[in-house]
């Protein structure tokens, strides 16, 4: 089954430095990755998405890249600030299909 | 503009007894995804409600079901609760079906003793 895993489930990281949460993904017909973010007792904030015939897109202070090759997605925070502080998740949706949710990975930030 | 209104915010239920939970989408959407979130994990699938109808199905056990109604709230139905029940449950709406920009509501959390 397609599944979307995290290759580390916690990052520190100093505020002010750029952080790069990353994900191995393995549904390949995917038509869509898109990541949320979770803060602590609310529900999960879409942050940026990527179509699959594209490998970076650019939002405020975040970007997500694509590597369809090796089947791997990653988000770069710029100058992470507290209030990154949250759960990351990188998403997978496609084809009229669910939006599938991985581990996650929790970003601390260092004041 | 409100976004995604879920109720209540937290439940306590005994084993065997069964539970609604309900979600009001935010204003313009018209497609409602509700999700099982454990503790420490991701948010789980659990269905997807669009035009009245169930459209997509996790794998979840017929105890869990659901309904949209006409203005696009919907609801979400366990019957017969297990201990393994208690979570978060998120629901999430969207502009359509094959829209990917969910927005989500903060959750009903689930207590089952």
């Known amino acids: 089954g397609e599944s979307v895993g995290l290759h580390l489930p916690t990052l520190s990281v100093q505020e002010g430095d750029n952080s790069i949460i990353n994900c191995a993904y393995s549904?390949?017909?995917?038509?869509?990755f898109i990541w949320y973010k979770q803060e602590s007792g609310k529900g999960p904030q879409f942050i940026i998405d990527i179509r699959s015939n594209m490998d970076k897109r650019q939002g405020q202070r975040v970007t997500v890249l694509l590597n369809k090759t090796v089947k791997h997605l990653s988000l770069q925070i710029a100058a992470t600030q507290p209030g990154d502080s949250a759960v990351y998740f990188c998403?997978?949706?496609?084809?009229?299909?669910?939006?599938?949710f991985g581990i996650g990975t929790k970003l601390q930030v260092i004041p | 503009d409100a976004g995604v209104t879920q109720s209540p915010t937290h439940l306590i239920k005994t084993r065997g007894q069964q539970v609604t939970l309900r979600c009001s989408p935010k204003?313009?959407?018209?497609?409602v995804s509700w999700y099982q979130q454990a503790l420490g994990q991701g948010p789980q699938f659990i269905f997807q409600y669009y035009e009245e109808e169930e459209r997509q199905r996790g794998n979840f056990p017929d105890r869990f079901s659901g309904h949209q109604f006409p203005n696009y709230s919907s609801e979400l139905n366990v019957n017969a609760l297990l201990l393994g029940d208690s979570a978060l449950y998120l629901c999430?709406?969207?502009?359509?079906?094959?829209?990917?920009?969910?927005?989500f509501g903060s959750g009903t959390r689930l207590t089952v003793v």
């Open positions: 999430a709406s969207s502009l359509a079906v094959g829209d990917y920009g969910y927005t």
């Open positions: 998403t997978q949706a496609g084809g009229y299909q669910k939006v599938t």
């Open positions: 204003s313009g959407h018209d497609t």
């Open positions: 549904n390949s017909a995917s038509d869509y």
